[in-house]
T-cell receptor
Framework: QKEVEQNSGPLSVPEGAIASLNCTYS??????FFWYRQYSGKSPELIMS????GDKEDGRFTAQLNKASQYVSLLIRDSQPSDSATYLC????????????FGTGTKLQVIP | GAVVSQHPSRVICKSGTSVKIECRSL??????MFWYRQFPKQSLMLMAT?????????EQGVEKDKFLINHASLTLSTLTVTSAHPEDSSFYIC???????????????FGPGTRLTVT
């Protein structure tokens, strides 16, 4: 079983719609959760971090965490073509101190 | 804040030569930095964890004598690919760990990456 799982996609949404990206993790003791965006040929960029159950909103982005279900998601409202990228979920496992485990990423395509 | 630079951004070298890549945290101190490698259309692969003032910790399958890591200061880590071969051609990305004061957690910020081509 992979430690951090994501659907590889591609996930296609029309411009202006809500994109929903999902991630599950295996280590129940995990404490920190991150979403990165990676454009093709570029390095990852941190867009959201979440540490407690519930929702965290930042602009058009909302991260949702459910530790009981070991599930974290990212919602992108009013999706734009510039949001087309691969979104990486990252989890800091318990005892892992600073090292995080990355999922393989979900490719998002926003269709104009 | 949380800017990480990498140099060079792109390098082409001949087989058998060595290449050094620098990673700097520009506006924060990073006791820990990480080195990743990413092949086209594949996911990030962690190569090693670099700790300031101590030896790096390499992931399983990564040759520590081939990929030399030095973390000489709180803002600089270097990766040297020794005796490079064409199969070492890849996108090398560093990240630096920064303490997020409000949560007490650490967040990783990535450099822009170095594209290495070995001919």
């Amino acid at each position: 079983q992979k430690e951090v799982e994501q659907n590889s996609g591609p996930l296609s949404v029309p411009e202006g719609a809500i994109a929903s990206l999902n991630c599950t993790y295996s280590d129940r003791g995990s404490q920190s959760f991150f979403w990165y965006r990676q454009y093709s040929g570029k390095s990852p960029e941190l867009i959201m971090s979440i540490y407690s159950n519930g929702d965290k909103e930042d602009g058009r982005f909302t991260a949702q965490l459910n530790k009981a279900s070991q599930y974290v998601s990212l919602l992108i409202r009013d999706s734009q073509p510039s949001d087309s990228a691969t979104y990486l979920c990252a989890v800091n496992p318990s005892g892992g101190y600073q090292k995080v485990t990355f999922g393989t990423g979900t490719k998002l395509q926003v269709i104009p | 804040g949380a800017v990480v630079s990498q140099h060079p951004s792109r390098v082409i070298c001949k087989s058998g030569t060595s290449v050094k890549i620098e990673c700097r945290s520009l506006d924060f101190q990073a006791t820990t930095m990480f080195w990743y490698r990413q092949f086209p259309k594949q996911s990030l692969m962690l190569m090693a964890t670099s700790n300031e003032g101590s030896k790096a910790t390499y992931e399983q399958g990564v040759e520590k004598d081939k990929f030399l890591i030095n973390h000489a200061s709180l803002t600089l880590s270097t990766l040297t690919v020794t005796s490079a071969h064409p199969e070492d051609s890849s996108f090398y990305i560093c990240s630096a760990s920064r303490l997020q004061t409000t949560s007490g957690s650490r967040e990783q910020y990535f450099g822009p990456g170095t594209r290495l081509t070995v001919t």
